[in-house]
T-cell receptor, first 113, second 113 residues
Framework: GENVEQHPSTLSVQEGDSAVIKCTYS??????FPWYKQELGKRPQLIID?????GEKKDQRIAVTLNKTAKHFSLHITETQPEDSAVYFC????????????FGTGTQLKVEL | SQTIHQWPATLVQPVGSPLSLECTVE??????LYWYRQAAGRGLQLLFY??????ISSEVPQNLSASRPQDRQFILSSKKLLLSDSGFYLC????????????FGPGTRLTVL
C-alpha cells in the first residue's frame, strides 16, 4: 500500500519568515495530494490540494509543489503569522474507488513573535 | 447546504464496555464516508470507508466495526472497549461535486478508563 513520509516533525520559525514542509510518497499511482491544518483539539481543515497533472498551486500565502518523478510534494507558507501555528498533515490518494487517504505523520509548526 | 455531524462530542467509557459513535451528513446523497482514529499527538489512521450502503471496507483489523444503516449515516461500534481505543475519532466525507476532497466532521473524543 501507499506510504507517506513527512519532514520535519517540528518546525519553529520567526513571524514573517517562510516555512517549508516536505512529503514523499511511495505509490506512483497516487494522483491527489491534499494538505490539512489541525489546530489543537479541532478537526483537520483542508488548506490546499494538488493533482498530479499540475506542478504547482498557490493560494495567497500558501503554495504546494509536486514532483511526480521524485514522488515528493511540499507545502510552502510565506510571511508566516502566529495564527499559522498548528499541526500540518500531508496526504496522498488515488482518485476513484475508495479515494483512501494515506496521511503523513504531521509537522508541528510554531510561529514565534 | 452540505454538512456533517458527529455524536457524541466527548465520551468517557470503562474498559470492556460497548461503543457506538454516529456520523450523519446532510445535503447530499450516496457520499463516500470514512472513519479515522487519531491517538493523542499522533497522525490519522483510516479505520473504515464506505462507498455506499452495504459497501464497507475495513483497513485495520481490530475490535471495531462499522455499519451504514442509511445512506447518510455511518456508525462505528465496538462490543468491548480496550484502553488502546482511546483517541479522537473523526468521520470524513466527500461532498457532492468534490471528486476527491475529504472533509472532516467535528470529531468524538473518546477516553477509555
Amino acid at each position: 500500500g501507499e506510504n507517506v513520509e513527512q519532514h520535519p516533525s517540528t518546525l519553529s520559525v520567526q513571524e514573517g519568515d517562510s516555512a517549508v514542509i516536505k512529503c514523499t510518497y511511495s505509490d506512483s499511482a497516487s494522483n491527489y495530494f491534499p494538505w490539512y491544518k489541525q489546530e489543537l483539539g479541532k478537526r483537520p481543515q483542508l488548506i490546499i490540494d494538488i493533482r498530479s497533472n499540475v506542478g504547482e498551486k498557490k493560494d495567497q500565502r500558501i503554495a504546494v509543489t509536486l514532483n511526480k518523478t521524485a514522488k515528493h510534494f511540499s507545502l510552502h507558507i510565506t510571511e508566516t503569522q502566529p495564527e499559522d501555528s498548528a499541526v500540518y498533515f500531508c496526504a496522498a490518494s488515488i482518485s476513484g474507488g475508495g479515494n483512501k487517504l494515506t496521511f503523513g505523520t504531521g509537522t508541528q509548526l510554531k510561529v514565534e513573535l | 447546504s452540505q454538512t456533517i455531524h458527529q455524536w457524541p462530542a466527548t465520551l468517557v467509557q470503562p474498559v470492556g464496555s460497548p461503543l457506538s459513535l454516529e456520523c450523519t451528513v446532510e445535503g447530499t446523497s450516496n457520499p463516500n464516508l470514512y472513519w479515522y482514529r487519531q491517538a493523542a499527538g499522533r497522525g490519522l489512521q483510516l479505520l473504515f470507508y464506505s462507498i455506499g450502503i452495504d459497501q464497507i471496507s475495513s483497513e485495520v483489523p481490530q475490535n471495531l466495526s462499522a455499519s451504514r444503516p442509511q445512506d447518510r449515516q455511518f456508525i462505528l461500534s465496538s462490543k468491548k472497549l480496550l484502553l488502546s481505543d482511546s483517541g479522537f475519532y473523526l468521520c470524513a466525507w466527500i461532498r457532492q461535486g468534490h471528486t476527491d476532497t475529504q472533509y472532516f466532521g467535528p470529531g468524538t473524543r473518546l477516553t477509555v478508563l
